[in-house]
């Protein structure tokens, strides 16, 4: 049977395309159905203050870089989005003046302008907001140099993907996008080989750090969230971390506060990870195949899927 056509945008991929007893059952969990989805390889946390939750998102990086030595380097791989932890990233090293210079950090994306990556003098570049809101407010006694930073840039994209197997990656963290990204990596555009089915698992797992098409969700949420609702503005590509480097990765780690998806979003890609449901429409649920992931939930965000007129 035809895969239905997208209901937001009929040119895409996206989770309205999937079967709708999926979608059915992700509508009828209740906060308490998340917790009882961890399986071994997939484990699933509750934070009840956001304070507790931010602090949590913080010391994991910390943990990784204090990890790190000269013989074994070690790193983490961080999100814009949310951005709330990178602050007491900082805060926390200078006041407990913990050293972390052998530790490493990688930006998962950047904007993608006009054949290039985005400066880091672009009031929204993603690189500018790790420095100002996390590294440069590190005492430089205890920081890494900036060699040990790696972000993605339009003419080094293989060398970033090479660096994953220079230093060991033992977090990439992330957020959860309104599509079901993590990165950058959104649903493909339906068209081409790809125009009644989307790519499978194995063929979306091969693709490493690259130039991305936006899905028109992700253009419209970041309106929202960075450019006060004005959608011509937002860049339609970017670079983005990929699958290839995610599965070199030891673990997963999503936060969830509840301002990046919604209520039914998170279900949805927690119930296709439990289950082992893979599909690149959604392809936060190609996350299943990993050995190591964690789904990090504020619980006040998790809410309900009740309809409701506001």
Not at 10 to 18: H, I, R
Not at 214 to 222: E, R, S, V
């Amino acid at each position: 049977m035809p895969r239905k056509m997208s209901t937001i945008n009929p040119q895409w991929w996206d989770y309205t395309t999937l079967d709708p007893q999926i979608l059915e059952d992700a509508v009828k969990l209740t906060a308490k159905d998340l917790e009882q989805l961890q399986r071994p390889g997939f484990k699933v946390t509750f934070f009840d203050s956001i304070e507790e939750f931010f602090v949590a998102e913080a010391i994991e990086y910390i943990r990784v870089w204090q990890a790190s030595t000269p013989d074994d380097p070690r790193g983490i791989c961080g999100p814009i989005g949310p951005t709330e932890q990178l602050p007491l990233v900082a805060r926390i090293i200078n006041d407990m003046d913990i050293d972390v210079r052998d530790g490493y950090f990688w930006g998962m994306d950047e904007w993608y302008i006009d054949g290039k990556e985005a400066s880091v003098d672009h009031p929204l570049s993603f690189a500018r907001a790790d420095l100002e809101l996390c590294f440069n407010r590190i005492r430089p006694e205890l920081r890494m140099s900036d060699d040990h930073l790696r972000f993605p840039s339009a003419d080094g994209l293989a060398e970033y993907t090479s660096s994953y197997d220079e230093v060991r990656c033992m977090v990439m963290q992330g957020g959860q996008g309104d599509v079901k990204h993590w990165a950058f990596n959104d649903p493909p555009m339906r068209k081409g080989v790809y125009a009644d089915v989307p790519p499978s698992p194995e063929e979306y797992r091969k693709l490493s750090t690259r130039i991305v098409d936006l899905h028109p969700m992700t253009l419209i949420q970041n309106a929202r969230t960075s450019y006060a609702g004005r959608v011509h503005d937002v860049p339609t590509q970017a670079l983005s971390v990929g699958p290839v480097e995610t599965w070199k990765s030891d673990r997963v780690s999503i936060w969830h506060p509840g301002t990046h998806d919604n209520p039914f979003g998170l279900r949805l890609t927690s119930l296709m990870i439990s289950k082992g449901l893979a599909d690149s429409s959604v392809p936060m649920s190609l996350l299943t195949d990993h050995p190591d992931v964690h789904f990090n939930f504020l619980r006040s965000a998790v809410g309900t899927t009740d309809s409701e007129m506001h």
